[in-house]
């Protein structure tokens, strides 16, 4: 069985939310990563992953982000704590608020960085690089031609 984990690539003007995982975390504590959280028991639903990438994104940072959001990939890992993990990628938009930490069990840091900030900082894992990389590409595709 794997635990359903989804992260949201938020980007503003040419840079993305960014955070620095609590160092309390059980998993990569400390590294950078986009903003998210595991899927809750809903029941029968829909856009549950939709929903579960807005949730995140306030829970940790307060940001408000557009209700379209847009698949980028997913993944699968073992968690440091043994847990099989499937990660799926949403790509969001900021609509409001001020980035910063709601909870310092969660997120130790916050941050708007440019696709190059991200793919050159030291605590940027390749997981978080094919991530970026992806909703970068996407981003152009979709927002580009309409700015």
Known sequence: MFVVNVE??????????II???????HAAGALSLV????????????????????????????????TLHYVHSTSFISDSEKRVVDVVMLA????GVAH????????GVFWLTTNEVMNHINTGPIL???IKRAHHIKEQLYNKIL
């Open 8 to 17: 949201a690539a938020v980007f503003k003007d040419d840079k993305w939310l």
């Open 20 to 26: 620095q995982r609590s160092l309390k975390e059980e």
């Open 36 to 67: 998210g959280g595991q899927v809750e028991d809903e029941g029968n639903s829909s856009d549950i992953l939709e929903r579960t990438a807005i949730r995140e994104v306030f829970e940790e940072t307060g940001v408000i982000v557009k209700d």
């Open 93 to 96: 938009e900021h609509e409001s």
């Open 101 to 108: 930490s709601k909870s310092e069990d969660e997120v130790e």
């Open 129 to 131: 690089k094919e991530s």
